[in-house]
């Protein structure tokens, strides 16, 4: 699962460092608790369970606990929640794909000022209000041609799009 660079992007946002994934491998391969993990992966108990509850708070991995009858110590057993996973990568590009299709539409819809010396981007109707000025320097504005805005905006769709179907058609 970790090999989907959807999955793998969503997984380092969550763990914060690719050296981390190793927690979560092991949660995928069946590794029930933090103890066998920080022995399986080498890496630090504390940092282990840091891991695993970021994952339980996005709901990306759940727990039981149980109390050992001898010790009267809890014992935490730990499952990676694939469905989940799934489903948040689902409405994450969704809600990107929503985003970038907002953004396009802008550009499309729009003419755009910006200062000469980089202090804003305005749409028309707020440089008139300006009265093409910056508000910040004073400068006047000069007007942008978005077509290479817009053609990057339409690839990133594109690409969006392609990895959202490779993936889709991967966990159907």
């Not at 969550?14 to 949660?27: A, G, H, K, T």
């Not at 996005?58 to 050992?68: E, P, T, V």
């Amino acid at each position: 699962m970790l090999d989907d660079p959807l999955v793998k992007t969503l997984l380092i946002n969550v763990v914060e460092d690719e050296s981390n994934l190793p927690i979560v491998q092991s949660l995928i391969d069946g590794v029930e608790t933090d103890e066998e993990i920080a022995n399986k992966t080498g890496i630090k108990l504390n940092i282990v369970r840091k891991i695993l509850y970021k994952l339980y708070d996005l709901g990306l991995a759940s727990y039981k606990r149980s109390k050992d009858p001898e010790t009267q110590w809890f014992t935490y057993t730990w499952k990676f929640e694939k469905e989940e996973v799934i489903n948040r990568i689902i409405k994450d590009s969704e809600d990107y794909l929503k985003m970038l299709n907002d953004e396009l539409e802008s550009e499309e819809n729009n003419m755009f000022f910006i200062c000469p010396q980089g202090h804003v981007r305005l749409d028309f109707d707020d440089a008139s209000d300006y009265e093409f000025l910056c508000p910040a320097c004073g400068e006047e504005l000069e007007f942008q041609d978005n077509a290479d805005t817009i053609k990057q905006i339409k690839e990133d769709i594109k690409m969006v799009e392609s990895n959202f179907k490779s993936f889709s058609e991967k966990n159907r």
